[in-house]
């Protein structure tokens, strides 16, 4: 029997699109891709010449959620046996949309970030206006969350901490824990020449990366002679806060440290480029707001086997842990380098590491676990 997979993702992870959709490809699923017009001209690249071997309904601009919304749950209750649900990081009046949307196919919700289904209310803050609309902005969208979670026939967590978040939470439904995505295999690898390229991944801003901390330790690193070292801020600013860390970046430039930076959003083709050819990815985002989700830094150290430089007790992937260093303050990341810089045998070795650990998300390995872990155990009764 044939299943018919639906992936619907409207906002922001695109990859995750991709990369369900091939796992579910892989176990002779049908497919059907259920994103807007920007997700779809986002996510193309990664398909390559596999693009046309789903099937696409894209939402119309003039559409609103709810209509789409709609639209969705009548084509599931029709042709979809089984549904991924992904990015749910949207305001509360669109959150309430999700809690009303209910096809009768089994659902299942990608949690990338499990802890917002189990969150709990903040105290209302009111030393500003701003403080106490988004504590109460907060607060609906997680009473919002706890009556929709219940709707779902699953969650599928990426790793062991999630999922063991999640029964800690005394979750009873299905819980599945498989990775997300899976090594790209591309020859990625290249020696160490000398510069030590290093690369960050993610928007710029000051909310959820420490990017003054980042470039402080640059500073410092070239203030005392250490000049064989290059970094590149994968990601585009998204607010005030993002366009002064560039003009911070600009002045270091000036001053003559090799910086480079994107001021608008980074296609597919440059974010692969890019990671290719850098040595080691350094992630310097504040750990609080994560949680047990595996960001990006992470996952791209991950699909280009790279070494990676990550906040402590952030890697909840441990198969990485041999490819990876950590820093408790990010001020300690400029002697990380430095030693690195000092010991270009470290840094082979941390690249030989990373090539090996990455071969454990093979695609062939996360697809049989997919079949294995996530489409038998929720296709059981078809």
Known sequence: MTVNIGIMELF?????????????????????????LMGYERVSPFFETRLNDCHWV?????????????????????KIDLLFLNTFYVLPHQQLLYYFFRPKCTTVQVACRVESWFGELQPIRNKSAKTFILS????????????????????????????????????????????????TQK?????YNEKLKCITIGTINDQRRDYDGLLDCFEKLFDSGMKNVSLTLLGAPVDDAGL???NRCDNLIEKGLDLNYYTEYVHEEIVSQKIAS??????????????????????????????????????????????????????????????????PQKIERLSKNARENSEKFSLERVSKEFQTCVLEKYLTGL
């Open 12 to 36: 922001a992870d695109v990859e995750l699109i991709h990369s369900e959709a091939t796992l579910a490809l892989r176990a002779n699923a049908n497919v059907t891709i259920f994103t807007s």
């Open 136 to 183: 109460v902005l907060h607060n609906i969208s997680q009473l919002i969350r706890w009556r929709t979670l219940p709707h779902f026939n699953g969650l599928w967590v990426e790793n062991r901490d999630a999922y063991d978040y999640a029964v800690s939470k005394g979750y009873k439904k299905s819980l599945t824990c498989n990775p997300l995505l899976f090594y």
């Open 244 to 246: 002064r860390i560039i």
């Open 278 to 343: 850098a040595d080691i990815i350094i992630n310097p985002n504040k750990l609080g707001l994560y949680g047990t989700g595996t960001f990006g830094a992470i996952i791209k150290a991950m699909q280009f086997a790279k070494p990676g430089i990550y906040p402590i007790n952030s890697l909840h992937h441990k198969n990485l842990a041999s490819s990876s260093l950590f820093y408790h303050k990010i001020e300690e990341l400029s002697g990380i380098i430095e030693s690195l810089l000092n010991s």
């Open 58 to 78: 894209i939402k119309p601009e003039k559409d609103s959620l709810s209509r789409f919304l709609t639209k969705v749950e009548r084509y599931c209750d029709e």
């Open 187 to 191: 020859k990625n690898y290249q020696s």
